[in-house]
RNA sequence: GCGGGUGUAGCACAAUGGUAGUGCGCUAGCCUUCCAAGCUAGUUACACGGGUUCGAUUCCCGUCACCCGCUCCA
């Protein structure tokens, strides 16, 4: 707290307050600006609020950045499979999940059962009432404790455990509303309006019914069209649980608060799995919804170990009892140690088998699995490992950025991004040692062969060969290739590895081959 | 949402009530035979809007964006 009377003081008193790690993340902010990674959205207009457009580079990392998290989660295994849904839904589906409820409700939440309801729907009690309610402390166990307090001024207590502990009265807004139609609905409020004089809560009930006529939603999350499409996919596929169905996707939220850079912001990428597991009863082999739920935690860190994160930033923090979703039986995130803490890589949850029954309960169709081994219909359980595209990128990225000194022998130290091979925007780069003796010639006849074989290499011809080999670095390019006097002789060229800086001779023929061999 | 701070070129910084410099970068040329060499020329900025003033990048107000802290986070 003896902080704070630092706020807002000029750069240095922050520098002196906390480590280099503000400044890494400003680093890392302008070289994302420098060599096109990221750019603010709109720059020219002055950006706009915690929108951020990924440049060349960056936006060949995030797409490497997903196709890995494809080909682990769908491409690699047999019991997942990929959808690619509409961002646009049936607005019921909201309301099924509960994302809609507070668009026009006065919410408030019970800060213990983690229960939400509309403020003038729960029991009413006078201000100062004492009461004894009974809260969970396992959520493994379901082990309750009692406990007393006094009623608020509010006057409400939570109508399922009794707590007087509930949040003030909220409105969400946490969908961005839209309208379907060609006719602006601006219109079809104004008729309504026409001539009338309405008090306060009519007036929002008539703006409220006109602009819900039509009102659709941007979606939240990309979690409930894998819900919508549970028996499409499972029937068409003909999937057995356990069996998963994956999507990756822009979702959209109005965040209260965004932070960091890309770290939090209102349109964001998203990389969701379902996997729906027999529920208890019908597990097999000691392989039960919990075995699952571990089974992602382990497997969804190792999937950031594999891509190059250190360890040592990463862990798995199990949720504590009271921030669990009321519907959920466990959840862990996977988070990374960012510049500025510990931050939500990747959130895996159990969500027992809330969904398919919220849906089932909406849509009044039957969302089960027959099991006809069993004979029985059951709504599987689901264990939702869900991660940010643009979360993992920038992790990728600071977890990459490294200052280095002058290597020996050397002058100049330099910047590098160590990202792994199949993250690097750029593969290979070619260069000609020197602009002469048909030197360019034969660069840009091996990096044609790189383009041929899609791998993406990039060719560069200005500047001297140590300047050349800096900027590659700077952008993560694990592999350069150098055409020099010897390779008129011999048919050979070096190649450079970003890491060590150390070369080798191969052969112009096998240039490709020992390329793609390496990002393999 | 609340409080504080910041906003000058692609990046990092400087100066100034009389319209702006430096370094790096970038472009072109010369030179250059393996790790940010050198020379020459060129390129690019006062976030936006209003006010005060003869004159504003500089002072004042508002807006926008970003940063820090709190709050919030389905």
New binding site residues.
């Given amino acids: 707290m003896s902080?704070?009377g630092e706020?807002?003081?000029?750069?240095k008193a922050?520098e002196a307050k906390a480590s280099a790690e503000?400044e890494i993340?400003?680093k890392i902010v302008?070289l994302c600006?420098?060599r096109g990674f990221v750019f603010?959205s709109s720059e020219i207009y002055?950006?706009?609020?915690?929108?951020y457009d990924y440049g060349p580079l960056g936006a060949e990392l995030k797409r490497n950045v997903k196709a890995e998290w494809w080909r682990a989660m769908v491409h690699g295994r047999e019991d997942i499979v990929g959808i690619d849904a509409s961002i646009i839904m049936h607005p019921n589906v909201w309301r099924a999940s509960?994302?809609l409820?507070?668009f026009s409700d006065p919410?408030v939440?019970c800060k213990d059962c983690k229960e939400r309801g509309r403020a003038d729907k729960w029991p009413t009690v006078p201000e100062g009432t004492e009461v004894e309610y009974k809260v969970i402390v396992d959520h493994q166990t379901g082990k309750k404790e009692t406990r007393k307090g006094a009623v608020g001024k509010l006057g409400i207590v939570c109508p399922n455990c009794g707590s007087p502990n509930t949040?003030d009265i909220r409105r969400?807004n946490?969908m961005f509303r839209t309208s379907l139609g060609s006719i602006d609905p601006i219109e079809n409020i104004a008729a309504r309006l026409d001539g009338k004089a309405l008090s306060g809560d009519e007036l929002r009930r008539v703006l409220s019914d006109a602009v819900n006529e039509t009102a659709v939603y941007l979606r939240?999350?990309t979690a409930q069209a894998m819900f919508t499409n549970f028996l499409n996919v499972q029937t068409t596929m003909r999937l057995k649980p356990p069996f998963g169905i994956a999507q990756q996707g822009k979702s959209f939220r109005n965040?209260?608060?965004?932070?960091?850079?890309t770290f939090?912001s209102c349109e964001f990428e998203q990389m969701e799995m379902e996997y729906f597991v027999p529920p208890p009863q019908y597990a097999e082999g000691g392989k039960d919804d919990m075995y699952w739920f571990n089974y992602w935690c382990q497997e969804r860190l190792s999937w950031y170990i594999s891509l190059g994160l250190r360890k040592e930033k990463l862990r798995l923090r199990p949720h504590s009892a009271d921030e669990l979703?009321h519907y959920a039986k466990a959840c862990s995130d996977v988070e990374y140690e960012y510049p500025?803490g510990w931050g939500e890589l990747e959130g895996i949850a159990h969500r027992s088998d809330f969904d398919l029954k919220q849906h089932e309960k909406h849509s009044s169709k039957k969302l089960t699995y027959f099991d006809p081994q069993k004979n029985a219909h059951y709504h599987p359980y689901v264990i939702e490992p869900a991660a940010g595209a643009d979360r993992a990128a920038l992790a990728f990225l600071i977890d990459a950025y490294a200052e280095e000194p002058?290597?020996p022998?050397?002058?100049?130290?330099?910047?590098v991004l160590r990202l792994h091979p199949r993250l690097a925007p750029i593969k290979v780069a070619v260069f000609p040692?020197?602009?002469?003796?048909g030197m360019p010639d034969t660069a840009r006849k091996i990096v044609a062969e790189f383009w041929k074989h899609q791998v993406n290499a990039s060719y560069d011809e200005?500047?001297?060969?140590?300047?050349r080999?800096?900027?590659q670095d700077?952008c993560g390019t694990p592999y350069c290739i150098?055409v020099?006097?010897q390779t008129a002789q011999d048919g050979s060229?070096?190649i450079?590895e970003r890491d060590s800086?150390?070369?080798e001779r191969i052969q112009v023929a096998d240039a490709v081959g020992v390329v793609k061999k390496r990002l393999a």
């Fill in positions: 902080e704070q706020q807002g003081k000029p750069k922050k503000p993340m400003e302008s600006k420098q603010q002055g950006g706009l609020k915690s929108c509960g994302h409820a507070g919410l939440d949040s969400f946490l939240p999350e965040e209260v608060t965004i932070e960091h850079f939090r979703a500025w002058p290597p022998g050397t002058k100049e130290g330099r910047t040692l020197v602009k002469k003796e200005k500047d001297t060969i140590g300047r080999y800096r900027r700077e150098t020099d006097g060229v070096t450079r800086m150390k070369q």
